[in-house]
């Protein structure tokens, strides 16, 4: 699998953060399974310290699958994950954490049911239940995702006091059972990060390269996160093309891409 000049700049980058903005078809995948061959051939980087970061686990899979053919086969012990899955394996390290700490879209339907009930909040038809139900969902979700205090956030779908009356409620009961919501990952691992920075450093120190995939569907959140990794972290290496970005409804923002150069 041969690579063009473009590809073979950012594959042997040496030192120092790399941002790679790769179109459609420009072979992002096998880019990244490169520079992680590249890293450990050419500059003798230790497996075990390489952390590779996407947004689905099928794409981690594709990620690790390629890499290991690269490899001809060779099983090395890279991280590949999931935003969710690398920072909740962190915060169950952190806290003693487990599956009865994880509110399921059943318990967290209920849980706004009760909310609804208790302000006497009048909703749709039964019939349409669902669908508000997850439309609220997605608007609490969204809180998180762009790291905005809810005294500042404005719901596009729902009356604004209403809603962060609601949201507050919700918070106040999550805290009440000890219970995470899918965004409440990475909150409370950045959380953890600012607070205990030993622990981040920790971290850093067993991955000190950092490889995040499909960079344009990062959201602020995330993209916080990945700030206070590589505050003191060796490398960061990201990918992707601003212009391809699908999950602008859940918070992802082509801004990080220009925050990042900023950063760099």
Known sequence: MS?????????????????????PGSGKTLTIAKRI?????????????????????????????????????????????????????ILKWAYKL??????????????????????DWEQTEKSQEADFLQELSEEIGNVGNNAVDIEFYESRRFPKDKF?????????????????????????????????PDLLAKWQEKYHYVLVDEFQDINPL????????????????????????IYGFRGASAACFESLKADI
Request: proline share 2%.
């Open 98 to 119: 487990d599956r009865s700490n994880i509110l399921s879209e059943e318990e967290k339907n209920q849980l706004l049911k009760e909310i609804l009930k208790q302000m």
């Open 222 to 245: 995330q993209y916080r996160l990945i700030q206070a990794w590589n505050r003191e972290a060796k490398e960061l290496f990201v990918i992707g093309d601003a212009d391809q970005s």
């Open 164 to 196: 962060r009356e609601l949201y507050r409620i919700y918070e106040t009961e999550k805290k009440k059972y000890r219970k995470l919501d899918f965004e409440d990952m990475l909150i409370w691992c950045r959380k953890l990060f600012l607070e205990r």
């Open 37 to 89: 061959e590249y890293l450990i051939k050419v500059y003798k980087v230790r497996p075990e310290e390489i952390l590779v970061i996407t947004f689905t686990k099928y794409a981690a899979g594709e990620m690790r699958d390629r890499f290991q053919y690269v490899m001809e086969g060779r099983k090395l012990p890279v991280t590949f994950g999931t935003f969710h899955g690398i920072f909740y394996g």
């Open 3 to 23: 690579l063009n000049k473009a590809q073979k700049e950012a594959v042997s980058h040496k030192e120092g953060p790399c941002l790679v903005l790769a179109g």
